[in-house]
């Protein structure tokens, strides 16, 4: 096997190097020695079959993993240069500039606007003129703002489940991150509501780094840049994802991404 | 490889049992016994609270007014009012309500945010359940010793509130536990994920969706504190208080110790026994608020995700 890191070469910034990432849950090892680089203003996807520690990887960027009992972790993970796990780097901060929307919609029981400026909020920004503008600013580049602009007090509980993911990734944008993490984030979600969902990415894609945990091989095809396919705890390709589609080098990527097992 | 995971899977056919509808009827009456037997029990209960309620109620009548209400207490029945005995209650609410709530919900938001899920935290959990369980005589001799005598304050309202706060502690730290446990996990995922410290996502998150749960419990446990009898009687709480409590420093009576005391006292005085009658109503009435305000705290806040 050819060594993956060194399949997508090119003169973008690296955002996340990850060196021989190990983790266990209790005893049971779930990623494997991984070696990869996530690149800036690219999409990636990660697929592989349910239980292949995609999710956990993803989790694992922003720390999340950690809230997991039993976790163990092993390697680095460079975030512009700086090792994730180091001391010096503190997770609040971490996680305030990667961004994470998960699989189920999970708003706030707030008001639509409380839910968007929690994070600028709790970061510190108190004036309300600039919460109200941060606010219109996400809920734009979220695509939700022509539908809830005059209901920002209404509960949020009150969205369609894809207004409600829409507005999870608002809240996520308010935060201005650098990078956005998507577990599955369309998996809850009708084809149309995961259409537009698609297009938002492809939009983002220009401003953020987006990494983006899918089980649909189509998703992973249509919107993404690179795409790296995991396998029980392994990384068995990465690479730009035509060539992963097209012609991949591992055999197992081929039966997996023609259908023939996952 | 392991991938292909094709499990044979095991198939059972119900289809060729024979459908018994001979003894259907049989079914359907044991069906109809069942719910006799239930409808019999629920109104059994209800029955003895009617009784009850009737003989109070019906004992109370004449003597239960305003000038009950707002007299103070006396040897003649006649002019025994239960003003002091009343704002005794109050004043021991008012001393318990705050001890309970925060340390109670201090207590539940550490064990079920803070502490390491370990050997240490489930003895504690255990040891908490166990003290809830625990009979209420038994906390008043440990006021006595500790409060009454320990820390030299008799049997004042300080002493009677806190030895209350130790008796219902326990039932607010498991229904506060239990509220904040009911919070789902993807809400402080959400918190977490934006970069919130454990203390912000729980006063901004956690605690918001937990506290009419919280309350819920917590009135409960209250409404247990005032019509508790045995704690205040092994304090020491004196028979007759002529005078009306006004700092927490006080000697004190309660509205149960009064009934109690009255009761006792009906084979001298047969009058005492309407008095006794006319403060249940008052206490029952007591209680049925706090019990509505719980209810009313609930449905207020039904869960809306």
Redesign the interface.
């Known amino acids: 096997m050819t060594n993956p890191i060194n399949a997508n070469n090119d003169d973008k910034n690296i955002i996340f190097d990850v060196k021989d990432l190990n983790l266990w849950y209790g005893n049971d090892k779930a990623l494997k020695g991984l070696d990869f680089q996530i690149k800036e203003n690219d999409v990636t996807a990660i697929i592989g079959?349910s239980g292949c520690g995609k999710s956990t990887f993803i989790k694992t960027l922003?720390r999340?993993v950690e809230?997991i009992?039993s976790v163990k972790i092993t390697g680095e993970i460079l975030y512009n240069g700086t090792n994730i796990f180091d001391k010096s780097l503190r997770?609040?901060?971490?996680?305030?500039r990667v961004?994470?929307v998960?699989q189920?919609p999970?708003?706030?029981?707030?008001s639509i606007f409380e839910n968007v400026v929690?994070?600028p909020k709790?970061?510190g920004i108190r004036d309300k003129r600039k919460l109200m503008e941060i606010t219109e600013t996400s809920l734009k580049r979220a695509a939700l703002w022509d539908e809830v602009k005059d209901r920002l007090n209404d509960?949020a509980?009150g969205l369609s489940g894809g207004q409600q993911q829409r507005l999870?990734l608002a809240?996520?944008l308010a935060?201005e991150p650098e990078v956005l993490l998507m577990d599955e984030p369309t998996s809850a979600l009708d084809p149309i509501a995961t259409a537009k969902i698609e297009e938002l990415i492809m939009e983002l894609k220009k401003e953020y780094t987006i990494v983006i945990v899918t089980h649909s091989m189509q998703q992973a095809a249509r919107i993404s840049d690179k795409t790296a396919f995991f396998?029980?705890g392994e990384l068995i390709e990465v690479d730009k994802t035509q060539k992963i589609f097209t012609t991949p080098r591992d055999k197992?990527t081929e039966d997996y991404v023609t259908g023939r097992?996952? | 490889?392991?991938?292909?995971f094709m499990h044979e899977r095991e198939t059972k056919n119900y289809s060729n049992a024979p459908m018994n509808k001979s003894n259907m009827n049989r079914r359907i009456l044991i069906d109809k016994v069942a719910k006799m037997l239930f409808l019999s029990s629920t109104l059994f209960a209800l029955l003895v609270l009617g009784v009850l309620l009737y003989r109070i109620g019906t004992q109370s009548i004449g003597w239960l007014d305003l000038d009950f209400l707002t007299g103070k207490l006396s040897i003649f029945p006649e002019k025994a009012g239960i003003y002091g005995v009343l704002l005794g209650s109050v004043w021991l609410m008012l001393v318990v309500t705050p001890i309970t709530l925060i340390i109670g919900v201090s207590t539940a938001i550490y064990l079920e945010e803070y502490a390491?899920?370990g050997r240490l935290q489930t003895f504690i959990k255990t040891n908490i359940s166990n003290l809830a369980g625990v009979p209420s005589v038994i906390f008043g001799l440990l006021g006595l010793t500790v409060f009454g005598r320990l820390f030299g304050l008799g049997s004042s309202i300080l002493a009677g509130g806190l030895t209350m706060s130790l008796l219902i502690l326990p039932i607010v730290v498991v229904a506060s536990q239990e509220a904040i446990r009911a919070v789902p996990g993807?809400?402080?995922?959400?918190?977490?994920?934006?970069?919130?410290?454990k203390w912000?996502t729980i006063r901004?998150?956690i605690l918001?969706?937990a506290i009419p749960g919280i309350l819920t419990g917590s009135i409960l446990a209250l409404s247990r504190a005032i019509g508790e009898t045995a704690p205040l009687v092994v304090l020491g709480v004196p028979t007759l208080i002529l005078k009306v409590p006004t700092s927490v420093m006080d000697d004190f009576s309660a509205l149960p110790i009064q009934i109690y005391y009255w009761t006792l006292d009906t084979v001298l005085t047969p009058e005492y026994a309407n008095l006794a009658a006319a403060t249940i109503v008052v206490l029952l009435m007591v209680l049925f608020l706090m019990n509505s305000t719980a209810i009313i705290i609930r449905n207020k806040f039904q869960?809306?995700?």
């Open positions: 079959p922003n999340m809230l009992p997770v609040e901060e971490l996680r305030s961004g994470m998960f189920k999970n708003p706030f029981p707030k929690y994070g709790i970061h509960n509980y999870c809240r996520a935060m396998l029980m197992r097992f996952g | 490889m392991g991938v292909e390491t899920k993807f809400l402080r995922d959400a918190s977490y994920a934006m970069g919130a410290t912000v901004t998150v918001p969706v869960r809306r995700y």
